[in-house]
C-alpha cells in the first residue's frame, strides 16, 4: 500500500556512530587523565625537591653551630676519627678550612683525588684557588653565622648544599671555617624516588577509575543499544 512503509524498512544494523563517540569519549579521559597526572607528578617534584633543598640547609646550618663549638675545643688537633663520628653524627660531610685558606676534608667516594696529606692519613688538603669557594670561605671566617647556599664548589667537582659556621678558640677569635654540607645529586635522588611512588600511584589510581568508567557505561549504554534495536 503506497504511503506506508513496510516494517522491513527499519534500519536494524546497531549505529556504528554510537560506539564510536563512546571510543572518542573514552580515549578523550585517557588523554586528559595521563596530562592530569603528568603535570601533577612534575609539579610534585619541583615543589618537593625545593623543599627538601631548603629543609636540608635550615637542619645543615642548625648542626653546622654545634659541631663547630665541638671542633672549637680541638682545632688544633683534627684527627680522622672524630671528623669521621661527627660526620656520621650529623648524616653530613665536613670541610674545615684554616685561615691560610686551605681546605681539610675527608674525599667522597665520587670526587676527585686533591693531593693527600702525608701527616694526615684519611684526610685531603687542598688550596682553594677558586674566587667562588674563596669568597664563600671569606664570609664564614670574617665571622658570618647564617651562611647556606647551594653551589657548585670546584674542589669537590659537584653542586652541594652547604651551611657554615666558624670555628672559634679559646679566646673567641675566629681560627677557622667549618661547612656542613650534602651533595645536591644525593637530595635530588631522594625527591625523584618518592615522586616516582607517587606517581605510580596516580597512574594506578587513573587505571582503576577508567576501568570503573567503563564498566559503568557498558551498563548504561547496553540497554540502550537494545532499545534503539527494537
Request: glycine share 6%; net charge negative; charged share 20%.
Amino acid at each position: 500500500m503506497k504511503g506506508v512503509k513496510g516494517q522491513s524498512g527499519r534500519d536494524d544494523a546497531p549505529h556504528p556512530h554510537r560506539s564510536s563517540i563512546f571510543i572518542k569519549l573514552l580515549a578523550g579521559y585517557l588523554a586528559l587523565s595521563i596530562a592530569v597526572t603528568v603535570l601533577a607528578t612534575l609539579t610534585s617534584y619541583l615543589l618537593l625537591r625545593r623543599y627538601a633543598v631548603d629543609s636540608t640547609a635550615h637542619e645543615l646550618l642548625d648542626k653546622a653551630h654545634v659541631v663547630a663549638n665541638l671542633l672549637s675545643q680541638t682545632t688544633d688537633d683534627i684527627d680522622y676519627d672524630s671528623v669521621r663520628s661527627l660526620e656520621a653524627l650529623s648524616e653530613s660531610q665536613i670541610i674545615y678550612i684554616n685561615d691560610m685558606y686551605i681546605a681539610r676534608h675527608i674525599p667522597h667516594d665520587s670526587a676527585p683525588t686533591s693531593r693527600p696529606s702525608p701527616d694526615e692519613p684519611g684526610f685531603e688538603r687542598t688550596l682553594i684557588a677558586d674566587t667562588v669557594d674563596r669568597s664563600m670561605a671569606e664570609n664564614i671566617l670574617g665571622g658570618a653565622t647564617g651562611e647556606t647556599d647551594v653551589r657548585y664548589v670546584a674542589m669537590l667537582d659537584c653542586r652541594i648544599v652547604f651551611a657554615g659556621a666558624p670555628v672559634r678558640n679559646a679566646d673567641g677569635e675566629i681560627t677557622g671555617a667549618l661547612l656542613l654540607y650534602r651533595r645536591l645529586d644525593e637530595i635530588r635522588g631522594v625527591a625523584i624516588s618518592t615522586v616516582l611512588v607517587l606517581a605510580i600511584s596516580l597512574a594506578a589510581s587513573v587505571l582503576i577509575s577508567m576501568l570503573w568508567a567503563y564498566i559503568m557505561s557498558l551498563r548504561i549504554t547496553d540497554p540502550l543499544n537494545r532499545l534503539n534495536r527494537t
